[in-house]
């Protein structure tokens, strides 16, 4: 197992981990304002997002 972070960029793992916050804190942000404030793309953190949820068992729906 090469772990969750393996190959990926650690900008694009950490916006999604703020986009996950933001969802379990109830602030509400889209994927386009956060991945604009990281400087990623929408689809870096729709992956990351959904890897991340996955793999750590986190209890969001976006």
Same mark, same amino acid.
């Given at each position: 197992?090469?772990?969750?972070?393996?190959?990926? %960029?650690? @900008? %694009? /793992?950490? +916006?999604? +981990? *703020? &986009?996950?916050?933001?969802?379990? =804190? %109830? !602030?509400?942000? @889209?994927? =386009? !304002? /956060?991945?604009? *404030? $990281?400087? *990623? @793309?929408? /689809? @870096?953190?729709?992956?990351? &997002?959904? !890897?991340? =949820? =996955?793999?750590?068992?986190?209890? *969001?729906? $976006?």
């Amino acid at each position: 197992n090469k772990g969750l972070l393996s190959g990926r %960029g650690p @900008t %694009g /793992v950490a +916006a999604a +981990a *703020v &986009y996950i916050a933001a969802l379990l =804190k %109830g !602030e509400r942000r @889209t994927q =386009k !304002e /956060v991945a604009e *404030v $990281a400087g *990623v @793309t929408e /689809v @870096t953190i729709r992956n990351r &997002y959904r !890897e991340l =949820k =996955k793999e750590l068992s986190i209890p *969001v729906n $976006a």
